[in-house]
């Protein structure tokens, strides 16, 4: 580890899908909360989830008074003839007192460079910029303050943007990977009519179906079959990029294992790399939840600073029994 | 600027499959001379790793078909990541004469202000705030994703009529639907993307995925995502013509794209109804099953009457 990275502290970024969870993930510990509003302006439209302006402003400070950053999603592409929902949702992110905003749609992040100019403006992972050209045009173009990088990166890739670029990155360690091109992808779309970019939900469960058939549970998606266990089993949720499929003499998890993202270890190498915040997934997860994995990586983040080693142990639990991978992380993902 | 009053434009996408080179250059020399189109697209948009492949044969290609009278386009990549793949777009931004096609926002980086580029479907515009911002850089021409739905394309095509920018629609061929660092070919081979052996060429059209019963579900090229169906707005022609649509993108697929092209052209132009246009691309000889466009498709919840 180089001394240099040794004095710069790491952000911790955690998910918060209601303002008890916000608070939760403040006291356990995160340096910011990012969340967003119970609309389609943001990536994790769920039903149940997500802030009124109201519960944003009381929820910031909270998070203010105790040290913590808000960070506002406003992640999906904005509709046509629909723009002004997304232009009130970074208004009101800014009336409300929000550290910053993570914005993904070009025409959403130049409106909001022009008219809210004190507005930090942080880039979605939906953006998926993945090179330091891009980065450097957002950056030069609009002001961007920080980058959340697309889950298609190696480590050393990671240090190679660092070293080239005017602005902070951010990267995920933990929760759900997506294995596509992060706001590249329409295949929810195709299955459902639903999809991350313009609604704000990817595999809904509007369109789930568990049915059983034979000695089999069949787990369905849009009326397509995408996994099948025998009963007893526990059925897996049907996201369609996880599920298991045939092409040519292949049967199996195409496209992924179901598996979800834990970078633990990655920490001192990411931050050796020039990574300025971690971010973890899952605004979507229960406040119990939310309480385990923020503590465990407040912990992960703190002793790393303090030069201890990161117990190796210490996020395997929090994965509830799933497989968990390095990602793109490790070159050999791909 | 675009004619927006003018014919519609059919323009020939980037063959986004991994095509041997002399297949790939037979092709669009058979395009050039033979099949009625107006633009056609080259250049590598999937895969930096097939693209030396096509370099040393690009500008002869390109050459070959402005001799055939069509305006030529060259696409760049759709994920740049690492150096090769960024100079790889750098040394496109720089040709001269050359028009481009951006399939992500990197060549905005080096691309000199008032040059003029082509903005590809794998680019999200999805509002006017975006189209109005890219009209402002130089985009001339705008293909939509394919998974906006009808009012979207409207709404667009109005503000592209404003703006003096060409609104075009991915119009046939297997859409794509994602792009990946992970290249599934690969996977499925046993293999990783670095060491990949190039099995995607085994694969022309791509490689058809399943779903356990057997029903067809999606398929994949390399690092893309694709539909399984070859999509077409065939029957939605008169709409997008009203919405104000003004160009139509036909994606290269294995079979006759004259076929297609003239189908097309003549629906376009009124010359045959939509019955007539389908039968037509039925026979085009097609190794792929031809699928509606996603703006036409309806879906049902799982919880609803007679859902999924």
Same mark, same amino acid.
């Given at each position: 580890m180089n001394v240099a990275a040794a004095l710069t502290r790491p952000e911790l970024v955690c998910p918060a899908g209601t303002p008890a969870a916000l608070r939760t993930a403040v006291e356990a510990g995160a340096d910011a909360v990012y969340c967003g509003f119970r609309d389609e302006t943001n990536a994790r439209n769920f039903p149940g989830l997500n802030f009124s302006a109201q519960e944003l402003g009381d929820s910031i400070r909270f998070a203010h008074d105790h040290g913590s950053k808000v960070l506002v999603a406003i992640n999906t592409f904005p509709r046509a003839g629909g723009e002004t929902l997304w232009h009130e949702a970074v208004a009101k992110a800014e009336g409300a007192g929000a550290d910053a905003v993570i914005l993904a749609d070009l025409g959403l992040v130049a409106h909001a460079a022009v008219k809210h100019p004190k507005l930090r403006l942080h880039l979605s992972v939906q953006a998926a910029a993945s090179n330091p050209d891009v980065i450097r045009f957002w950056a030069e173009s609009f002001g961007i303050k920080r980058v959340v990088l697309p889950r298609v990166l190696s480590v050393p890739e990671i240090a190679a943007i660092n070293a080239e670029i005017p602005c902070e990155t951010e990267v995920f360690v933990f929760g759900g990977l997506c294995v596509m091109a992060e706001g590249r992808c329409s295949l929810s779309s195709h299955c459902t009519g639903k999809s991350p970019n313009m609604n704000g939900v990817c595999s809904p469960p509007s369109h789930v179906l568990y049915k059983e058939e034979g000695d089999d549970l069949v787990a369905k998606l849009g009326g397509f079959t995408i996994d099948r266990t025998p009963k007893g089993v526990a059925a897996p949720y049907p996201t369609l990029c996880k599920g298991r499929f045939t092409a040519g003499d292949y049967a199996g998890h195409v496209f992924e294992d179901p598996v979800s993202l834990d970078a633990a270890q990655l920490i001192p190498p990411l931050i050796d790399a020039g990574v300025t915040a971690f971010k973890i997934e899952g605004r979507q997860r229960s406040r119990a939840y939310t309480q385990a994995v923020v503590a465990a990586f407040r912990k992960a983040v703190d002793d790393h600073m303090a030069g201890r080693p990161i117990a190796s142990d210490m996020t395997k639990r929090l994965a509830e029994g799933q497989t968990t991978t390095a990602g793109a992380y490790k070159k050999t993902w791909r | 600027m675009s004619d927006v009053t003018a014919n519609p434009t059919l323009v020939m996408g980037p063959v986004l499959y991994n095509w041997p080179v002399d297949t790939w250059a037979d092709f669009l020399a058979r395009v050039a001379d033979e099949v009625d189109v107006d633009r056609v697209h080259v250049g590598e948009v999937v895969c930096s790793k097939r693209e030396p492949f096509y370099a040393d044969r690009l500008p002869e290609v390109i050459e070959r078909l402005q001799r055939g009278g069509k305006s030529v386009v060259v696409d760049t990549l759709a994920l740049v990541t690492v150096k090769r793949e960024r100079q790889i777009v750098a040394d496109l931004v720089g040709l001269e004469g050359v028009e481009i096609e951006i399939n992500d926002l990197t060549p905005l980086a080096t691309l000199e202000p008032g040059r003029r580029f082509a903005v590809s479907p794998l680019v999200n515009v999805y509002n006017e705030g975006t189209?109005?911002?890219? +009209?402002?850089? &130089? %985009?001339?021409?705008?293909?939509?994703?394919?998974?906006?739905?009808? +009012?979207?394309?409207?709404a667009l095509a109005r503000e592209g009529a404003r703006l003096g920018v060409e609104t075009q629609v991915f119009a046939f061929g297997r859409l794509p639907l994602a792009i990946s660092g992970r290249c599934y070919h690969a996977r499925i081979h046993g293999l990783a993307k670095d060491s990949c052996r190039y099995v995607c060429a085994e694969d022309p059209d791509g490689l058809e995925v399943d779903t356990l019963d057997g029903e067809a579900f999606l398929s994949i090229n390399g690092v893309q995502t694709m539909s399984q169906d070859c999509a077409t707005v065939i029957d939605e022609? *008169? +709409?997008?013509? %009203? +919405?104000?649509?003004?160009?139509?993108?036909?994606?290269?697929?294995? &079979? *006759?794209m004259g076929v297609v092209a003239a189908a097309f052209r003549d629906r376009l132009a009124g010359r045959i109804d939509g019955v007539e246009a389908a039968a037509r691309l039925t026979a085009a000889g097609l190794k792929v099953p031809l699928g509606p466009s996603m703006m036409s498709r309806a879906w049902v919840p799982a919880n609803a009457p007679g859902g999924a």
């Open positions: - | 189209l109005g911002w890219l +009209a402002s850089r &130089g %985009a001339w021409s705008v293909c939509l994703p394919p998974e906006l739905p009808l +009012a979207s394309v409207q022609v *008169d +709409a997008l013509l %009203a +919405a104000g649509v003004t160009s139509f993108r036909l994606s290269p697929q294995t &079979g *006759d």
